[in-house]
């Protein structure tokens, strides 16, 4: 979803949990990597009030839940309307999932971001079926999470192709025997799959 559906940009959050902290970004990303926050938020170990409870006495902020969810979610940025509109042209042809490593609270984000767009209410009005690593309990890179996939949804993996930014993620595709890419900055989801609508 990240980096291929809609952008991002990591760094905005760790900047913006810094502001009225007395951690700069880079002690910010520190010590959430250090707690293994995100991990641990991803696979559904930590409930969104547990990550806030979390967040706010690591970080020592003062803040309400809704302004520190504004700010963990400052790395989601905009959905551009031509990838939505290829989604659903794919969708006349092709099965499509959706895989994620990702949070409650980025998803309800998401999925207002979304809606701003497209007015489509959620993502899963795009997709036959999401699988969020918090509803699994796995994450991404692991060959677990990519099996679950395909066990659940009968999928063939020398018939499947997947797409992910982050280049571990593709590995850990590619060693379950899917067909995977890189999306990147210079081949975006639109060049990858302009030949195949």
């Not at 291929?4 to 959430?32: F, H, S």
């Not at 991404?140 to 280049?167: A, M, Q, R, W």
């Amino acid at each position: 979803m990240g980096g291929v559906i809609i952008n991002i940009d990591v760094p905005l959050t760790y900047n913006a949990l810094a502001k009225d902290c007395p951690l700069n970004a880079e002690e910010v990303r520190q010590k959430l990597n250090a707690e293994h926050v995100f991990g641990r938020y991803e696979r559904g170990e930590l409930s969104s009030a547990e990550v806030r409870k979390l967040l706010k006495d690591a970080l020592q902020l003062a803040i309400s839940d809704e302004e520190l969810d504004r700010r963990w979610n400052a790395l989601l940025l905009d959905i551009p309307q031509e990838r939505i509109e290829l989604i659903k042209k794919l969708r006349g042809s092709y099965r499509l999932y959706l895989l994620s490593n990702t949070n409650v609270i980025h998803i309800d984000e998401v999925n207002a971001i979304l809606h701003r767009t497209s007015g489509i209410s959620k993502l899963d009005e795009l997709f036959d079926s999401i699988y969020y690593s918090f509803n699994i309990g796995l994450s991404k890179p692991s060959v677990e999470i990519y099996k679950h996939v395909l066990n659940h949804s009968g999928l063939d993996p020398s018939e499947t192709l997947f797409l992910d930014d982050g280049i571990e993620n593709v590995n850990g595709a590619i060693a379950t025997g899917i067909n995977a890419m890189q999306v990147t900055p210079d081949n975006s989801i639109l060049e990858i799959l302009k030949n195949a609508i």
